[in-house]
């Protein structure tokens, strides 16, 4: 596989010279296309820092970010803003749907920017079909549960056919029953679907469905496990294995 983001010696300090706090310290790793991988370390540790460099919200200290061999550290404003619409989607904890829209308006506003209004439609009724919501569609976002609008989310990012969905805590807002059903959407997203998918977590349940997980320590890569041919079950304790190495937990329901 190729690959799609080379982060290559990342650096990210906040304050100022008197007080800097080293939020990043030479990070450097690698994702390939098709990829489902989780970023997961204590509070504090850099993986939401991590997580805003990739998406452009905010700008890396030192070191630089690749996308398909394209540095993005050294976009302008305009060139970032066009990057992130034809490269990106985003899966959050809070869902950050419109309460005035239909579960389908929401879906179609984000491809409306981007397509011929007539089109919209159409893919978003394929979508919302593929991810079992489509029944749904005249919905308001407070009409339907937490797991509900999580895979509403997941339709909005994956409809414009972004090269890379970032997810930042998505099963945080969700009971357990909810959760599962969120990750197994995600999976198929990777594998039925091809998307990249990169995911902050801090639970090691949600980090089991992905492909290979990159530990954060003190703004530092620590360890990556990968799954391979392991069950979800043994992956899932290697995982806690490393969390209580670091410190973390690995909350789970």
């Keep these: ?21 080293k939020a990043l310290n030479r990070v450097s790793f690698s994702v390939a296309e098709g990829e489902f991988t989780g970023i997961m370390g ?15 919200i905010d700008r890396v200290s030192a070191g630089h970010i690749f996308f398909h061999n394209q ?16 490269n990106l989607g985003f899966i959050f904890q809070d869902f950050n749907l419109l309460d005035t829209l239909t579960l389908e308006e929401n879906i179609t506003l984000a491809l409306n920017l981007q397509t011929a209004k007539n089109i919209a439609p159409s893919k978003a ?3 919302m079909e593929r ?18 609008k999580q895979r509403c989310a997941c339709a909005r990012a994956l409809v414009t056919e972004p090269k890379l969905i970032l997810a930042d805590e998505p099963t945080g807002a969700l009971d357990s029953k909810s959760s599962a059903m969120l990750l197994e959407t995600m999976e198929k997203m990777n594998q039925e679907m091809g998307a990249t998918i990169l995911m902050v977590t801090h639970d090691a349940f949600s980090a089991s469905y992905c492909n290979r997980i990159l530990f954060l320590n003190d703004g530092e890569v620590f360890q990556e496990l990968y799954k391979g041919n392991r069950t979800r079950r043994e992956f899932l304790n290697e995982i806690l294995d490393v969390l209580s190495a670091i410190g973390g937990d690995g909350y789970v329901e």
């Design 1 to 21: 596989m190729n690959d799609m983001i080379r982060i290559d010696k990342v650096e990210k300090y906040y304050g100022n010279k008197g007080s800097a706090t």
């Design 42 to 56: 204590t509070s504090g540790s850099g993986k939401t820092t991590l997580l805003n460099m990739l998406a452009t």
């Design 71 to 86: 540095d993005i550290t050294q976009f302008d404003e305009n060139e970032l803003a066009q990057f992130r619409k034809e």
């Design 125 to 127: 009724k394929d979508m």
């Design 131 to 148: 991810l079992g919501i489509y029944e749904l569609k005249e919905k308001f976002p407070y009409e339907v549960s937490g797991g509900q």
